[in-house]
Nanobody, 124 residues
Framework: VQLQASGGGLVQAGGSLKLSCAAS????????MAWFRQAPRKEREGVSC??????YYVDSVKGRFTISRDKSKTTTYLQMNNLKPEDTAVYYC????????????????????WGQGTLVTVSS
């Protein structure tokens, strides 16, 4: 499986962006996907994850970000509204082959496969 993240860019505070993560190759079992981000000089943190029946958000994005995916589960989206300068980071998508029966997690150790990242810059 290969993951391709896109949709990053430069936006003013209060603006919106929609990130996409497209999975290609053997996508069987891609039931659990997540978005992470890494700001300069900071640890990579989980932003949101989705599995069958489970969605989580980190507290700092609740009410502003929405994760979704298409019916084939090959593309996952992250709609980001009311962006803040502190949202500036490289955003990564990730997938695990774990069964969706286990839900999803915002822990980076949960995921085996990672996309290359897309840069989001929010100006004040």
């Amino acid at each position: 499986v290969q993951l391709q993240a896109s949709g990053g860019g430069l936006v003013q505070a209060g603006g919106s962006l929609k990130l996409s993560c497209a999975a290609s190759g053997d996508t069987f079992g891609n039931d659990v996907m997540a978005w992470f981000r890494q700001a300069p000089r900071k640890e990579r943190e989980g932003v949101s994850c989705i599995s069958d029946g489970t969605i989580y958000y980190v507290d700092s994005v609740k009410g502003r970000f929405t994760i979704s995916r298409d019916k084939s589960k090959t593309t996952t989206y992250l709609q980001m509204n009311n962006l803040k300068p502190e949202d500036t980071a490289v955003y990564y998508c990730a997938v695990t082959q774990r069964s969706s029966d286990f839900g999803c997690s915002l822990s980076r150790n949960w995921y085996e496969l990672w996309g290359q990242g897309t840069l989001v810059t929010v100006s004040s």
